[in-house]
């Protein structure tokens, strides 16, 4: 049982407009093969839900008609859901960009003994969670013996290629705070992660993106259980940024859920916090806004939806899917 979350409201937030619409974020569904504690989606091994073959085919048509040019592709763990791989294959052959959000440990399951080349050949760019270079700190918050296949699972995309200066393979690394605290400064951090994992383990990489733990789900219920949820949602208030206002992520990204419903972002989609998207026929039916009706609409200039963990985005030095947002 989780704890019930406070309802997340921000009066005092800016408000916020969409720019032009670049990314499409998917959730392909929650399930995983972990159970991380920060994780903001609740997802896991047991969780069912996964976007259909109906919706699935939506998707390629979408990226055409709003001329996106990268798709990032998450979940629970995205690589689980049986369409992932014909997805990336018709992304690819679009000349779209495919963000993979890799937890690593998926590279070691029964069916996926082969996920590393495929995702070489068609040069997809991973975003693997790594949540510290030490083992004690991630077998902490992802699960006893996560660290140890975490580091074969780099090594492994090491040998093909990625991470490599040259081979168009990019492999970026994600940190999530322990705790309810802001992230260090990612470019210090990055220096680190960069010694300690090539000294220790001969492991390469691009970039470290540092990212806030939002307050939602089952890091949300966590700081409910502890006390610690106001004090939280307090530091990241004391910690709005204006720099970093200009440049949060859903000005340009539509996160989609695993039934194809629209939302401004990842987390407010957790939130039930459906996109802004006016037109007659979501009036008239009162229904929410879908991935078919990209088709026709174009999102540009609508209001975003705002709440008390967007202060989670605009905190410090900022943070979003590709990490600090200033440093």
């Not at 055409?64 to 995205?78: E, K, M, Q, Y």
């Not at 992520?249 to 039930?272: A, E, H, T």
Request: aromatic residues 8%.
């Amino acid at each position: 049982m989780h704890a019930t979350l406070p309802l997340l409201q921000a009066t005092k937030f800016p408000n916020l407009n969409r720019h032009q619409l670049t990314t499409l974020q998917i959730n392909l569904g929650y399930r995983c093969n972990q159970s991380c504690v920060h994780c903001h989606v609740n997802a896991g091994p047991n969780r069912k839900e996964m976007m259909d073959t109906e919706t699935l085919k939506l998707i390629p048509q979408v990226l055409v008609a709003r001329n996106i040019t990268t798709l990032d592709l998450t979940g629970g763990a995205p690589e689980l859901h049986k369409g992932f791989r014909l997805l990336v294959d018709e992304a690819s052959a679009l000349g779209v960009k495919v963000i993979d959000r890799c937890n690593l440990t998926i590279l070691f399951e029964p069916s996926q003994d082969d996920l590393a080349r495929f995702l070489a050949r068609q040069q997809v760019e991973i975003v693997a969670s790594l949540p510290c270079y030490s083992i004690e700190d991630v077998d902490k918050q992802r699960g006893e013996g996560v660290f140890d296949k975490s580091i074969l699972a780099l090594q492994k995309l090491n040998a093909l290629g990625y991470g490599s200066k040259g081979s168009g393979l990019i492999l970026n690394l994600v940190y999530n705070p322990q705790g309810p605290s802001l992230p260090p400064d990612q470019t210090k951090l990055q220096v680190i992660y960069k010694k300690e994992l090539y000294q220790n383990f001969g492991v390469i990489f691009n970039e470290l993106f540092t990212i806030t733990n939002m307050p939602i789900q089952r890091f949300g219920s966590t700081l409910i259980s502890k006390g610690q949820f106001n004090d939280y949602i307090q530091l990241l208030k004391e910690n709005f940024t204006v720099a970093n206002f200009a440049n949060v992520m859903c000005r340009n990204l539509i996160s989609v859920d695993w039934k194809g419903f629209l939302y401004d972002c990842d987390f407010n989609q957790q939130l039930g916090l459906e996109l802004d998207l006016d037109t007659p026929s979501i009036q008239r039916l009162k229904r929410k806004p879908h991935l078919r009706d990209l088709l026709n609409k174009n999102p540009s200039g609508r209001a975003i939806r705002v709440a008390d963990h967007c202060y989670g985005c605009t905190a410090g030095q900022g943070s979003s899917c590709g990490g600090a947002l200033h440093e």
